[in-house]
């Protein structure tokens, strides 16, 4: 193991201020082309009722219907590819551009975008990782080699139309769908650096064990970060962020390992609806009132927090907490949705003049009547972009909303 800094390292640095982990990736964004998928579909004779995600994804077909089965509710996924070269050539149809991603890495990215440094535990490097980190940005990391396993992410615009069969289908809303098959981060080791790095943070994050295959290989890890994150400060704060996992019973065993170890367990609405075996109207008042309450209740964790493309919520613990929090998260996500990669300061502040979603409005404001002073919600912004980037929102609104808690934490010192 070692470790590798990619910024100048201070021994009173900013970085180790919040701490990020536990791992990255080189991404593979793929751009949209509804015509190439529409001719895939009838190269493969596809049908409206092939579009269902296989339970293996082991052919170019199959990465093919797990992408489509997303398109006609709009709806984002992630997906283990068990054959690399179907990966490989269902990509090499389509123009993409190489970035970072995982959940450490674009909140580090989000975060550097306002001047907040930061420090993130990764499992894999290789150049385009040291090319594209941002300088502000330390990095420790577990691997002992080179490696390139990248994630292909498939983003989709609103009012897409793609057909299958005799039939279009139209999207409802722009998401996006993951696929990956990737050994270091299905491995996961842990540097021994991390729990120093720990122990100097305000603010720590935890997410990437959703890649692991291996039952007994999680359960070790789960507890080498448990064993980490007991070294914290009493003050500072842990904030676990979930992600769709490839197998899905390991959700639950992260669940029980981490619910009361961490203080903030935060998932988007796809991973709510998972959780819940189905999913609900997100502008219902009662009935999310009613998912968030049972997450809480299962989660164990004193804050929860949820993030959709309507709102964000937090149930549980102190107010100023929670709504530093969402405030800080959907203005960060609300601006990469408008603006991509080309997020500054000044756009930042800019955006904090646009217009809510007044659906939105509307039900936060029914939301406050009914369900007591425990659940906060902020509403989302009204943003009218013709192309919008949906791949990393969820990873930027916890680097937002991380960055709020550090300021809140800085300003308690």
């Known amino acids: 193991m070692r470790l590798v800094v990619h910024a100048t390292t201070r021994s009173d640095s900013c970085a180790a201020e919040v701490v990020l982990g536990l791992g990255g990736t080189v991404d593979l964004e793929v751009g949209w082309d509804a015509d190439t998928l529409s001719m895939l579909a009838a190269e493969y004779c596809l049908t409206p009722a092939d579009l269902v995600a296989p339970r293996a994804l082991k052919t170019e077909r199959d990465v093919l219907c797990a992408v489509l089965s997303h398109v006609p509710e709009g709806t984002g996924g992630e997906y283990f590819v068990d054959e690399p070269d ?4 269902f990509t090499d149809r389509f123009a993409s551009v190489r970035t970072l991603g995982g959940t450490p890495v674009r909140a580090a990215i989000a ?52 057909r299958v069969g005799s039939h279009d289908f139209v999207t409802p809303h722009p998401n996006r769908v993951i696929l990956s098959n990737d050994l270091p981060n299905q491995l996961m080791v842990i540097s021994e650096e991390l729990g120093d790095a720990v122990e100097k943070a305000r603010v720590i994050m935890v997410s990437g064990f959703n890649s692991m295959r291996n039952v007994e290989l999680l359960e070790r890890r789960l507890s080498d ?10 003050s500072a704060i842990a904030w676990y962020e979930h992600s769709g996992f490839h197998v899905s019973g390991f959700s639950d065993r992260v669940r029980m390992a981490l619910g009361q170890t961490v203080d903030i367990w935060s998932c988007n609405e796809d991973e709510l ?58 203005t960060s996500a609300s601006a990469r949705y408008a603006f991509g990669d080309h997020v500054d300061r000044s756009r930042l502040d800019a955006l904090a003049q646009w217009p ?52 809140l934490r800085s300003g308690e010192a």
Do not use: Y
Not at 117 to 123: A, I, K, R, W
Not at 225 to 234: D, E, G, K, M, S
């Open 86 to 89: 179907a990966l490989g050539s």
């Open 111 to 162: 975060m550097d975008r306002i001047g907040m440094p930061s420090t993130v535990h990764l499992v894999s490097v290789d150049d385009t990782v040291r090319r594209l980190m941002p300088p502000t940005v330390e990095i420790i990391s577990s691997a002992d080699h080179d490696s390139f396993d990248p994630h292909v992410i498939v983003q989709f615009p609103a009012g897409a139309t793609v």
């Open 225 to 234: 970060v448990t064993r980490h994150l007991a070294r914290r400060n009493p």
């Open 273 to 330: 609806a998972v959780h819940l075996g189905h999913r609900i109207d997100l502008l219902d008042p009662k009935a999310v009132v009613e998912a968030v309450r049972r997450l809480h209740a299962d989660v164990g964790s004193t804050t929860v927090v949820v993030h959709s493309r309507h709102w964000a919520l937090a149930v549980g613990g102190d107010s100023a907490v929670q709504l530093a929090a969402l405030d800080g998260g959907i």
């Open 356 to 407: 809510r979603q007044p659906d939105a409005v509307r039900f936060v404001e029914e939301l406050a009547s009914i369900a007591g002073p425990h659940i906060s919600a902020r509403p989302a912004f009204l943003i009218p972009v013709d192309s919008p980037t949906t791949i990393g929102l969820g990873d930027t609104f916890v680097g937002g909303a991380l960055a709020a808690l550090r300021e």
